[in-house]
């Protein structure tokens, strides 16, 4: 069975051959954790790689070997040169690739989908770390915490860690108690 929701929606789009969408928005918003669960609900052959600062991309002759009709995502696209981009892209053309990349500004390959840290995908993200249902948090409580956190899923993250951290008894319930004290609006 398919996923449903927002990331079986774009689990959908790479379906399409030749599909190729970029999932863009700045640091910490959540772009490397969605491209992961995008990828494990695609239900196609994937290849995931991480473009460095050096603008390498370790692995990519192997991936390149991606059966007919796989996906190729490369984490960090925007430090890969525009030549070996251009070279991807024919690449994805030929072997009826699909490509997902994540960028912080789009770079006109594929379809943008903007990704933008959301208190419920925070909730969601959590109550799958804390084996909990997703309305356990108070997701008001949690989209303060995203506000005070600058926007920036990743320190939201980290914030709640240390709550977490500084529970008597970590629990669910005690952390959600612990978050309307603090981010009561």
Request: glycine residues 10%; hydrophobic residues 50%; proline residues 8%.
């Amino acid at each position: 069975m398919a996923p449903s929701g927002y990331i079986g929606g774009i689990a959908a789009r790479l379906r399409a051959p030749h599909a190729a969408l970029e999932l863009t928005g700045p640091h910490g918003v959540g772009k490397s954790t969605l491209m992961r669960a995008v990828l494990a609900a695609a239900d196609r052959p994937a290849t995931l790689l991480r473009a460095n600062t050096e603008r390498r991309v370790r692995g990519l002759p192997g991936a390149l070997r991606l059966p007919y009709g796989g996906i190729l995502a490369i984490d960090g696209a925007e430090v890969v040169p525009r030549p070996v981009l251009a070279a991807l892209d024919g690449w994805r053309r030929l072997r009826a690739a699909a490509l997902l990349l994540t960028t912080h500004a789009p770079l006109g390959l594929g379809e943008t989908v903007p990704v933008r840290a959301e208190a419920e995908r925070l909730a969601g993200l959590c109550a799958s770390l804390l084996d909990a249902a997703p309305g356990d948090l108070p997701e008001r409580a949690l989209a303060l915490l995203l506000d005070a956190s600058g926007g920036d899923m990743r320190e939201a993250l980290f914030r709640l860690y240390d709550l977490w951290e500084d529970l008597p008894e970590p629990s669910a319930p005690a952390l959600a108690a612990e978050l309307s004290r603090r981010f009561s609006s």
